[in-house]
Antibody, heavy 117, light 108 residues
């Protein structure tokens, strides 16, 4: 059974940093592209980032480019999202998701990041 | 403003057939596969449709989808109360992924 479990969320001040983790199990993690998608409270889904299987290639949405960085550790079956220079409009539930031919199939339960002073 | 445009709401009565549209451009829907997701209240999204019209195993055949040019649509037949959820289309555009703004389906 595919499982994705996010952690590392919480309350952070504007301008601060946070690193999200996503522990994967139930599939060969090192063979899959992976995504991060976020959802602000009461709003829709917004794609954030994706990374290729060996970690050598990444893409980021324009809204987070230069502030967020996606990475992975295939030895630990773990996906990461480094969030820097956080703003109030980064407040959202962040989902990690496995790729299925360019877009996600399986999703984690999500982790809340709140940016507030 | 999302790159993919969906109506914010849709509704139907039990047993009815409802459709949800997703409008894009030649650089996204017109060139790439469309995916559809269902998000029940308080839960993570679930993949409903991939590659324009393919259902993952376990998704009932009441759910179907199609694409024509730069538009796509999701159809739900035999509407049930448990279908009340938010529905999102998604597609690639210029090496990035985009979701539609979402459609809230209400079962009356």
């Amino acid at each position: 059974e595919v499982q994705l479990v996010e952690s590392g969320g919480g309350l952070v001040q504007p301008g601060g940093s946070l690193r999200l983790s996503c522990a994967a199990s139930g599939f060969t993690f090192s063979a899959y592209w992976m995504h991060w998608v976020r959802q602000a409270p009461g709003k829709g889904l917004v794609w954030v980032s994706r990374i290729n299987p060996d970690g050598s290639g990444t893409n980021h949405a324009d809204s987070v480019k230069g502030r967020f960085a996606i990475s992975r550790d295939n030895a630990k079956n773990t996906l990461y999202l480094q969030l820097n220079t956080l703003r109030a409009d980064d407040t959202a539930v962040y989902y990690c998701a496995r790729d299925f031919n360019a877009l996600p199939d399986y999703w984690g339960q999500g982790i809340l990041v709140t940016v507030s002073s | 403003q999302s790159v993919l445009t969906q109506p914010p709401s849709a509704s139907g009565t039990p047993g009815q057939r409802v459709t949800i549209s997703c409008s894009g451009t030649s650089s996204n829907i017109g060139s790439h596969d469309v995916y559809w997701y269902q998000q029940l209240p308080g839960t993570a999204p679930k993949l409903l449709i991939y590659r324009d019209n393919q259902r993952p195993s376990g998704v009932p055949d009441r759910f179907s989808a199609s694409k024509s040019g730069t538009s796509a649509s999701l159809a739900i037949s035999g509407l049930r109360s448990e279908d009340e959820a938010d529905y999102y289309c998604a597609a690639w555009d210029d090496s990035l992924s985009f979701f539609g703004g979402g459609t809230k389906l209400t079962v009356l």
